[in-house]
Each structure stands twice: as C-alpha cells, then as structure tokens.
C-alpha cells in the first residue's frame, strides 16, 4: 500500500536560512510519481514538482532544490535563502501507476515559518 | 492543464442535512478525485470517481454517507448526507491531466 510520511510537523527559520523538509514514500510499484505542493495560507494547493521513479536526477529551480534517493525512499525538498513568503504548509504526495493517474496520496503535511 | 470550477465555495448547514458538491472540469478527464481537508489536517482520500462506474472509495468512507456521481467526462458531484459537525471541512474536488494533480478552490463546509 501507498504511504508518505513527512516526520517534521511545524519548522521555523529565520529569514534568508536554509531549510529541508524530509519525505519518505512506501510502494510496492516500480512505476511510480512522487510531488510536492505548496499550500499558502489562503488555501490554495500549488504544484512544484512531479518526479518519476525512473529519474534519480536532483532537480533545482531557482531557490527550491529536490534531493530524489530511491535507496533511501526519500523525495526531499531545500529551500535556500528562505523568504517569509515561503511560509506556508508543504504536502510530499505519491502516485502509483504506469500513468501517473492512479490515485495520490499525500503526507501530513510540513508547516515552515520563516520568520523576518 | 486543467480548470477546475467547485460550487459552492463555501457553506453553512444544518446538522442532519445534506449538501451537493459539484465539479466542473473544462477538459475531459478519466478520473475525479474527490479530498477532504479537516482544518489544519493533509488532504485524505475520500473515493475516485469514474465516469460510467461506480466510485471507488478508500477506508474509513462509504457510499451512503458520501454518494458520488459522474454522469459524464467533464463532471462531478459529492453529496455528504446527514451532516454532523465532523463533517466540517474543506472538501476538494481534483483531476489528475498530464501526470499533474489539479484542485478546485474547494468547498468550505461549516456544519452547525
């Protein structure tokens, strides 16, 4: 069965620190999506990234970083030089399935707060 | 990508009573997925929908308190029946479109 676990509830750093949040994922498919979402406190759910279980390649966009370790089963995320705007609560999910349209079942979810 | 519209945005109910969700994407799309979000909480599961068949839902949820239809391609609906205050949530109404999750803005369900 499907499951993410993000260990760390609630994390708060001062501005312009770096910051990780872990996940870890449970499947027994080998075909398999792994996503981040970013949820602001206006509610909203916004996408950041989608990975395949083929493609160990770390990936970076601008400040955000995913570190991908499937000998570990971990999808982490590394924000640098956080900014209070990144505030906001942090969903890993996982989607089994060739497709990529099974279902997806997400974390508890991290709360970062960056404090100015 | 993938537009989605919820209605209502946003409601206050009664206990016992039941409330329609509805969902409207603007592609057509194999699978719904229909979430609820208790506050402060992850998003859980509550069923996939299927346009043509019935839904399929995950542990903990059943038909008869969240009926589900999907009558066509671009369209769904969630019914959460006989509303106690525990149903108070934000329910979320979400297609998966190029290997990518979309979300309605949700449904805030406040039950009295």
């Known amino acids: 069965a499907q499951k993410v676990t993000q260990a760390q509830t609630e994390i708060s750093v001062v501005e312009k620190e770096d910051v990780t949040l872990d996940c870890v994922y449970e499947t027994r498919d080998t075909t398999y999506y792994l996503f981040w979402y970013k949820q602001p406190p206006s509610g909203e759910l916004v996408f950041l990234i989608r990975r395949n279980s083929f493609d160990e390649q770390n990936e970076i966009s601008g400040r955000y970083s995913w570190n991908f370790q499937k000998s570990t089963s971990s999808f982490n995320f590394t924000i640098t030089a956080s900014q209070v705007v990144d505030s906001a609560v942090y969903f890993c999910a996982l989607s089994e399935g060739a497709s990529g349209t099974y279902k997806y079942i997400f974390g508890t979810g991290t709360r970062l707060k960056v404090l100015a | 990508s993938a537009v989605i519209s919820q209605k209502p945005s946003r409601d206050i109910c009664q206990r016992g009573t039941s409330l329609t969700i509805q969902c409207q994407v603007d592609?057509?799309?194999?699978?719904m997925f229909w979430y609820r979000q208790q506050p402060g909480q992850s998003l859980t599961l509550i069923a996939t929908?299927?346009?043509?068949?019935?839904?399929?839902?995950e542990s903990g949820f059943v038909i008869d308190k969240f009926p589900i239809s999907r009558p066509n391609l671009t369209f769904s609906t969630l019914t959460v029946s006989n509303m106690s205050p525990e149903d108070s949530s934000i329910y979320l109404c979400s297609v998966a479109f190029g290997g990518e999750l979309f979300f309605g803005e949700g449904s805030r369900l406040t039950v009295l």
């Open positions: 929908a299927n346009q043509g068949s019935e839904a399929t839902y």
């Open positions: 592609s057509q799309v194999t699978m």
